[in-house]
C-alpha cells in the first residue's frame, strides 16, 4: 500500500483517522436511507392490500420481479 496524505487534517499514511470516521458514517447513512425505502415499501403494499380487503376489492398483485429487483438493489448497497 502506497502512503496517501489527508490534505484536510495533515496526516501521512493509509488514511487519516477522522476520514475513517466520515466515511463510516457515509455509509452509515447510506444504509439507514435504503432500510428505510425498503421499511416504505413493505408499509405501502400491505396499506394497499388492507385498503383492499376493506374496500371488498380483490388482493391487487404487485410485479414481484420489480420488488425483488428493488430488494436485491438495496440489500447489495447495504453490503458497500
Do not use: N
Not at 6 to 31: M, N, P, Q, S, Y
Not at 35 to 47: G, H, N, T
Not at 53 to 71: K, L, N, Q, W, Y
Amino acid at each position: 500500500m502506497g502512503l496517501a496524505v489527508c490534505h484536510r487534517h495533515d496526516f501521512v499514511g493509509d488514511r487519516c483517522h477522522w476520514c475513517t470516521i466520515e466515511e463510516l458514517d457515509a455509509r452509515a447513512a447510506k444504509a439507514a436511507v435504503f432500510q428505510a425505502a425498503l421499511r416504505e415499501i413493505s408499509r405501502w403494499r400491505e396499506s394497499c392490500h388492507e385498503y383492499d380487503e376493506d374496500m371488498g376489492h380483490d388482493p391487487r398483485s404487485f410485479d414481484e420481479e420489480t420488488v425483488a429487483t428493488i430488494e436485491r438493489f438495496a440489500a447489495e448497497e447495504l453490503k458497500r
